[in-house]
């Protein structure tokens, strides 16, 4: 049974921005882990055209945020790498949940090739003997024998090992994990009880909603093989008791909490989304809800880009305005803004003008640049960026 949209679209977006910790950004360190453990998981990207997906992530939800504080984290044991809907950091609370994905690995579900176990066996002792190591520490050398001088069947065993769970992340050096077994890395206490596929679907929908206010079963079970028919079954029951409520918005069934919904301040500021952040990374939510039609590019051959490699989804509070194209030019303090379109609407209201400065001029810092230079826009654009951001990007009012 369906009921009406408890809350007009407009309010449902103040509310995600909000649950997004978006337009409530946390403070501190401690702010990193409040957001991670708010999320559920950040995205691990490796890409470094600007800085990286996880840190910018978490640039947009905790003030003066600092990437050293990811790895403390790491290193503290309160956050672990696995796989959520892709590679992650996920809060240490929540590990018990990654058993159920490692319990089916373990079983013989494939992930992406066939496991060697006897690489892994070699691979497993060596790091039991030597302590931690990656992949590079595999690699060939002059030596002309030994296991280890061919390095890609090892990494592909070092990668089995960690997404069965018999190995963990303690760092990364180079971006390049770092693993141990996980014996040694887990914290003591920590609950290992494989979660039945219950437990893991309604695990599942506690940590969307928590994050994303409402959501149907696929939005729920996105990329989880096997679940979206455990979620919509568990979805029914929880509505049926009462737990949660049901509402149809454009045809399709979103499931929310049952509570009376109280509404933050509407957010009046300019974000520069992650193509990889938690509001976004589902492209047709993106689109149901905020009118965005957004791709990244980045997968897309150069002739065939329609708009440039790594861009970035422009927000003005709760609406959708534009897009930014960014390269950081680290050696010479320079943010390029490679193409850049926004809604004429938005650009005679002087509030959008000082907060997109704003906005601009706390990324460019946040990937060490000093400067921002915008290559390619319509001439309209070029001219109001030229007469209106400029100014205020020099004098540092913005």
Same mark, same amino acid.
């Given at each position: 049974?369906?009921?009406?949209?408890?809350?007009?679209?407009?309010?449902?977006? !103040?509310?995600?921005? @909000?649950?997004?910790? &978006?337009?409530?950004?946390?403070?501190?360190? +401690?702010?990193?882990?409040?957001?991670?453990?708010?999320?559920?998981?950040?995205?691990?990207?490796?890409?470094?055209?600007?800085?990286?997906?996880?840190?910018?992530?978490?640039?947009?939800?905790?003030?003066?945020?600092?990437?050293?504080?990811?790895?403390?984290?790491?290193?503290?044991?309160?956050? =672990?790498?696995?796989? +959520?809907?892709?590679?992650?950091?996920?809060?240490?609370?929540?590990?018990?949940?990654?058993?159920?994905?490692?319990?089916?690995?373990?079983?013989?579900?494939?992930?992406?090739?066939?496991?060697?176990?006897?690489?892994?066996?070699?691979?497993?002792?060596?790091?039991?003997?030597? $302590?931690?190591?990656?992949?590079?520490?595999?690699?060939?050398?002059?030596?002309? +024998? $030994?296991?280890?001088?061919?390095?890609?069947?090892?990494?592909?065993?070092?990668?089995?090992?960690?997404?069965?769970?018999?190995?963990?992340?303690?760092?990364?050096?180079?971006?390049?994990?770092?693993?141990?077994?996980?014996?040694?890395?887990?914290?003591?206490?920590?609950?290992?009880?494989?979660?039945?596929?219950?437990?893991?679907?309604?695990?599942? &929908?506690?940590?969307?909603?928590?994050?994303?206010?409402?959501?149907?079963?696929?939005?729920?079970?996105?990329?989880?093989?096997?679940?979206?028919?455990?979620?919509?079954?568990?979805?029914?029951?929880?509505?049926?008791?009462?737990?949660?409520?049901?509402?149809?918005?454009?045809?399709? +069934?979103?499931?929310?909490?049952?509570?009376?919904?109280?509404?933050?301040?509407?957010?009046? !500021?300019?974000?520069?989304?992650?193509?990889?952040?938690?509001?976004? &990374?589902?492209?047709?939510?993106?689109?149901?809800? =905020?009118?965005?039609?957004?791709?990244? @590019?980045?997968?897309?051959?150069?002739?065939?880009?329609? =708009?440039?490699?790594?861009?970035?989804?422009?927000?003005?509070?709760?609406?959708?305005?534009?897009?930014?194209?960014?390269?950081?030019?680290?050696?010479?303090?320079?943010?390029?803004?490679?193409?850049?379109?926004?809604?004429? !609407?938005?650009?005679?209201?002087?509030?959008?003008?000082?907060?997109?400065?704003?906005?601009?001029?706390?990324?460019?810092?946040?990937?060490?640049?000093?400067?921002?230079?915008?290559?390619?826009?319509?001439?309209?654009?070029? !001219?109001? =960026?030229?007469?209106?951001?400029?100014?205020?990007?020099?004098?540092?009012?913005?």
């Amino acid at each position: 049974m369906s009921g009406t949209l408890p809350f007009s679209p407009a309010e449902f977006l !103040q509310l995600l921005l @909000e649950k997004q910790h &978006i337009s409530t950004p946390q403070s501190r360190r +401690s702010g990193a882990l409040q957001a991670i453990e708010q999320l559920g998981y950040v995205q691990i990207d490796s890409i470094n055209v600007v800085e990286r997906a996880h840190h910018h992530v978490l640039f947009n939800r905790v003030k003066n945020y600092q990437p050293q504080w990811l790895d403390e984290l790491l290193s503290e044991k309160k956050i =672990f790498e696995y796989w +959520s809907h892709a590679a992650a950091f996920l809060p240490m609370r929540d590990f018990r949940f990654s058993l159920y994905r490692k319990a089916q690995l373990q079983q013989g579900q494939k992930h992406w090739f066939a496991p060697d176990h006897q690489q892994m066996r070699e691979v497993r002792a060596r790091i039991r003997a030597e $302590g931690p190591l990656k992949a590079a520490d595999f690699a060939k050398t002059n030596e002309a +024998s $030994g296991p280890w001088w061919d390095w890609q069947p090892a990494k592909k065993a070092l990668e089995q090992l960690f997404m069965q769970g018999e190995l963990m992340v303690v760092r990364r050096e180079r971006f390049q994990k770092v693993l141990d077994l996980t014996e040694r890395v887990l914290p003591a206490g920590t609950d290992c009880r494989v979660p039945d596929e219950r437990e893991y679907a309604l695990h599942l &929908i506690e940590r969307y909603l928590q994050c994303h206010v409402a959501g149907t079963a696929s939005q729920i079970s996105y990329l989880r093989p096997g679940m979206k028919a455990p979620v919509s079954a568990l979805l029914q029951e929880l509505v049926h008791s009462g737990l949660l409520q049901c509402f149809q918005y454009q045809g399709q +069934s979103y499931y929310a909490e049952s509570e009376q919904w109280l509404l933050p301040a509407k957010a009046t !500021q300019v974000y520069l989304l992650n193509p990889f952040d938690n509001l976004l &990374i589902q492209r047709q939510r993106l689109q149901h809800w =905020f009118g965005a039609d957004y791709q990244l @590019e980045v997968y897309v051959p150069a002739e065939k880009r329609r =708009f440039g490699y790594y861009s970035l989804p422009v927000f003005y509070g709760t609406a959708y305005v534009g897009l930014m194209d960014v390269k950081a030019q680290r050696d010479n303090g320079v943010l390029l803004l490679q193409h850049l379109q926004l809604a004429p !609407q938005w650009l005679g209201k002087s509030r959008f003008v000082q907060q997109f400065a704003k906005a601009l001029q706390a990324y460019a810092g946040f990937n060490g640049c000093r400067h921002v230079v915008l290559v390619r826009a319509e001439p309209k654009l070029l !001219q109001w =960026f030229h007469n209106e951001i400029s100014p205020l990007l020099q004098s540092g009012a913005g």
